[in-house]
T-cell receptor, first 115, second 115 residues
């Protein structure tokens, strides 16, 4: 099965707290791509990061960091010192390279950052 | 600034009506996609297109059709709207002609209510 699981439906944190959004994926492919998107209240999904299956280096971009671990099939996303503007729905997605390269999205995690 | 626009943010239609959802992108992208987003289900792919006059079924094409007469425009058609098609509809585009692992750029969505 090819699948993405975001077990956290909704998370609430107080501003300046750190928060980690979990993403677990399943694929039989050895080559695949993982993504994170942010959907603010305005509606459009915004691309945050893409990772291929051969690059397990963690990535940091400002307050955002991503931890990719093939051993546990996880691609978790951490926001450090959260801000109210981080409030959004976050989607993890997988593109397996067999088949038609279609996105497989998780169900999303709604993050609420309270002032 | 790259942009994907959708013709309406909110739409209310009656059961049995024919509904057109329009999407235009200004990035000269070959690939375009239609998704529907429902709570607890994430994004599900309805149809996609890798080129003008080309279309492919996604995961949930039943009850929908599409049209791509021009590169920049991708229309989603509900032939006879039903209440179970009440949803948020998101259009996206990406660079590349054919299967691609490039990031997708999304429109703001159309929230369709079928009464």
């Amino acid at each position: 099965a090819q699948k993405v699981t975001q077990a956290q439906t909704e998370i609430s944190v107080v501003e300046k707290e750190d928060v980690t959004l979990d993403c677990v994926y399943e694929t039989r492919d050895t080559t695949y791509y993982l993504f994170w998107y942010k959907q603010p209240p305005s509606g459009e999904l915004v691309f945050l990061i893409r990772r291929n299956s051969f690059d397990e280096q963690n990535e940091i971009s400002g307050r955002y960091s991503w931890n990719f671990q093939k051993s546990t099939s996880s691609f978790n996303f951490t926001i450090t010192a959260s801000q109210v503007v981080d409030s959004a729905v976050y989607f993890c997605a997988l593109i397996p390279t067999s088949g038609t390269y279609k996105y497989i999205f998780g169900t999303g995690t709604r993050l609420k950052v309270l002032a | 600034d790259v942009k994907v626009t959708q013709s309406s943010r909110y739409l209310v239609k009656r059961t049995g009506e024919k509904v057109f959802l329009e999407c235009v992108q200004d990035m000269d992208h070959e690939n375009m996609f239609w998704y529907r987003q429902d709570p607890g289900l994430g994004l599900r792919l309805i149809y996609f297109s890798y080129d003008v006059k080309m279309k492919e079924k996604g995961d949930i094409p039943e009850g929908y059709s599409v049209s791509r007469e021009k590169k920049e425009r991708f229309s989603l058609i509900l032939e006879s709207a039903s209440t179970n098609q009440t949803s948020m509809y998101l259009c996206a585009s990406s660079l590349g002609s054919g299967p691609s692992y490039n990031e997708q750029f999304f429109g703001p969505g159309t929230r369709l209510t079928v009464l």
